[in-house]
């Protein structure tokens, strides 16, 4: 009988820490997004891409509709290749998509928004997006400022 | 000053022979693991020793330990009007670090030391030459369960006690300074990966099982048989286990998350 109760409670204990891994998993960390892995991979092209990182979330009208997966330089251009990862669910995205660089609050990560355009041609494997616009560099737009009101004193 | 040389070279070579012994010792219970497969009611015995009778002061300890750093961290984050990280700074500071360091160290406090004591006496009793006696490996009868047992439950406790942890945190964060749930757990599952954050930890947490119960074992198994020996090698347990511990953390923390 005492044999029986420390089982009961041997298995009760196992069932609790895989329970706790399993809330890890779903709860806390993002693995239940790798469970899509019927995703696509589209390339844009950037003249700067400001913090953005690897994992950076993509997002349609605020809505996360991928990731960055990866980014490098293109070695003829000087600008930066962003391959970006798109849910498989969000298979209807217009040819002439544009995507930008955006900044989420003042100091917050950097993400790129895409804004849907007319064709009737989709987005697919290997796809690149064309219309672009470079991430805000705070430190510019600072310089540029204070430039313009110098000028304006003259 | 030749005895202090050679006070010097005697614990040099009593050091090492220890070290020694200790891997010999290692080999000895890791030969005897794959044979626990057929009777392992020896394990669940231990399991239940080992790691049931420790779930509690892992879930009290990571429960406050969590609700600590919610505080903590809201008071620090706010300034920055960033108080939506709070639930990046909990998760990540529990998987990655405080679940397998702290659920160690306690792990070390409760189990390790009760080990150590165990064996220990068992040694002093003569309880482990009987066995011999009888043409049982005392290794392969009483250790190797022990061994497995703590092998198996420090990744459960460090997982329980990081689950517990976050929703301490998250107790303190929503219901008392008011963090928006959805922002916590959304920003939580953002930058926490599964990979890299979460398996890492529990990574950790099997090395320190590894070795809090290698250490625990051995001090026990070699511990003078006598009351005070026993007393300082139940000692010896809870300080090198922590050194190790701590030690090996940095290495890990260094391989796992260096580069980033």
Same mark, same amino acid.
Request: charge should be negative; aromatic fraction near 10%.
């Given at each position: 009988?005492?044999?029986?109760?420390?089982?009961?409670?041997?298995?009760?204990?196992?069932?609790?820490?895989?329970?706790?891994?399993?809330?890890?998993?779903?709860?806390?960390?993002?693995?239940?997004?790798?469970?899509?892995?019927?995703?696509?991979?589209?390339?844009?092209?950037?003249?700067?891409?400001?913090?953005?990182?690897?994992? %950076?979330?993509?997002?349609?009208?605020?809505?996360?509709?991928?990731?960055?997966?990866?980014?490098?330089?293109?070695?003829?251009?000087?600008?930066?290749?962003?391959? @970006?990862?798109?849910?498989?669910?969000?298979?209807?995205?217009?040819?002439?998509?544009? /995507?930008?660089? $955006?900044?989420?609050?003042?100091?917050?990560?950097? $993400?790129?928004?895409?804004?849907?355009?007319?064709?009737?041609? $989709?987005?697919?494997?290997?796809?690149?997006?064309?219309?672009?616009?470079?991430?805000?560099?705070?430190?510019?737009? @600072?310089?540029?400022?204070?430039? %313009?009101? /110098?000028?304006?004193?003259? | 000053?030749?005895?202090?040389?050679?006070?010097?070279?005697?614990?040099?070579?009593?050091?090492?022979?220890?070290?020694?012994?200790?891997?010999?010792?290692?080999?000895?219970?890791?030969?005897?693991?794959?044979?626990?497969?057929?009777?392992?009611?020896?394990?669940?015995?231990?399991?239940?020793?080992?790691?049931?009778?420790?779930?509690?002061?892992?879930?009290?300890?990571?429960? +406050?330990?969590?609700?600590?750093?919610?505080?903590?961290?809201?008071? !620090?984050?706010?300034?920055? *009007?960033?108080?939506?990280?709070? *639930?990046?700074?909990?998760?990540?500071?529990?998987?990655?670090?405080?679940?397998?360091?702290?659920?160690?160290?306690?792990?070390?406090?409760?189990?390790?030391? =009760?080990?150590? =004591?165990?064996?220990?006496?068992?040694?002093?009793?003569?309880?482990?030459? *009987?066995?011999?006696?009888?043409?049982?490996?005392?290794?392969?009868?009483?250790? #190797?369960?022990? +061994?497995?047992?703590?092998?198996?439950?420090?990744?459960?406790?460090?997982?329980?006690?990081?689950?517990?942890?976050?929703?301490?945190? +998250?107790?303190?964060?929503?219901?008392?300074? *008011?963090?928006?749930?959805?922002?916590?757990?959304?920003?939580?599952?953002?930058?926490?990966?599964?990979?890299?954050?979460?398996?890492?930890?529990?990574?950790?947490?099997?090395?320190?099982?590894?070795?809090? !119960?290698?250490?625990?074992?051995?001090?026990?198994?070699? #511990?003078?048989?006598?009351?005070?020996?026993?007393?300082?090698?139940? !000692?010896?347990?809870?300080?090198?286990?922590?050194? =190790?511990?701590?030690?090996?953390?940095?290495?890990?923390? =260094?391989?796992? +998350?260096?580069?980033?």
């Amino acid at each position: 009988m005492q044999n029986k109760s420390t089982e009961i409670t041997v298995g009760m204990f196992v069932a609790a820490g895989i329970v706790a891994l399993f809330v890890l998993a779903m709860k806390v960390s993002n693995l239940a997004e790798f469970n899509d892995d019927t995703g696509y991979q589209v390339v844009a092209e950037f003249e700067n891409i400001g913090g953005l990182k690897v994992r %950076s979330p993509v997002t349609m009208a605020g809505v996360r509709v991928g990731r960055v997966a990866d980014i490098s330089l293109n070695a003829e251009t000087y600008n930066a290749q962003v391959t @970006i990862n798109l849910y498989g669910s969000f298979d209807n995205i217009p040819t002439d998509t544009a /995507a930008s660089i $955006y900044t989420a609050g003042l100091l917050g990560e950097q $993400y790129i928004g895409l804004e849907a355009g007319a064709e009737e041609e $989709y987005l697919e494997e290997g796809s690149v997006i064309d219309l672009t616009q470079p991430a805000l560099v705070l430190e510019q737009v @600072i310089g540029q400022f204070l430039f %313009s009101k /110098a000028e304006g004193e003259d | 000053m030749i005895d202090i040389i050679r006070s010097l070279g005697r614990w040099g070579l009593g050091s090492l022979q220890r070290l020694g012994r200790g891997h010999l010792f290692l080999f000895h219970v890791l030969a005897g693991v794959p044979g626990l497969f057929l009777r392992f009611s020896l394990v669940v015995q231990q399991l239940f020793s080992v790691g049931v009778l420790s779930v509690l002061l892992i879930l009290i300890s990571g429960l +406050f330990v969590g609700m600590v750093l919610g505080l903590q961290g809201y008071n !620090t984050l706010v300034d920055f *009007g960033a108080e939506e990280s709070l *639930g990046v700074l909990v998760s990540l500071s529990l998987v990655r670090e405080l679940g397998p360091v702290v659920a160690g160290l306690l792990f070390a406090g409760r189990a390790g030391s =009760a080990l150590t =004591a165990e064996i220990g006496l068992m040694k002093s009793t003569e309880q482990l030459s *009987g066995m011999e006696m009888m043409a049982v490996d005392p290794l392969r009868r009483i250790i #190797a369960p022990r +061994f497995l047992a703590g092998l198996i439950s420090m990744p459960l406790l460090a997982a329980l006690f990081s689950a517990v942890g976050i929703y301490g945190g +998250f107790l303190v964060g929503h219901g008392l300074l *008011g963090v928006d749930d959805g922002a916590f757990w959304s920003q939580m599952q953002v930058k926490t990966d599964w990979y890299g954050d979460v398996l890492n930890g529990v990574i950790k947490s099997i090395v320190f099982g590894f070795v809090v !119960t290698w250490i625990a074992l051995f001090e026990g198994y070699d #511990a003078t048989p006598t009351s005070e020996g026993v007393g300082r090698a139940t !000692t010896r347990t809870v300080v090198h286990s922590a050194f =190790a511990i701590l030690g090996l953390d940095f290495v890990l923390t =260094a391989l796992m +998350f260096g580069e980033g």
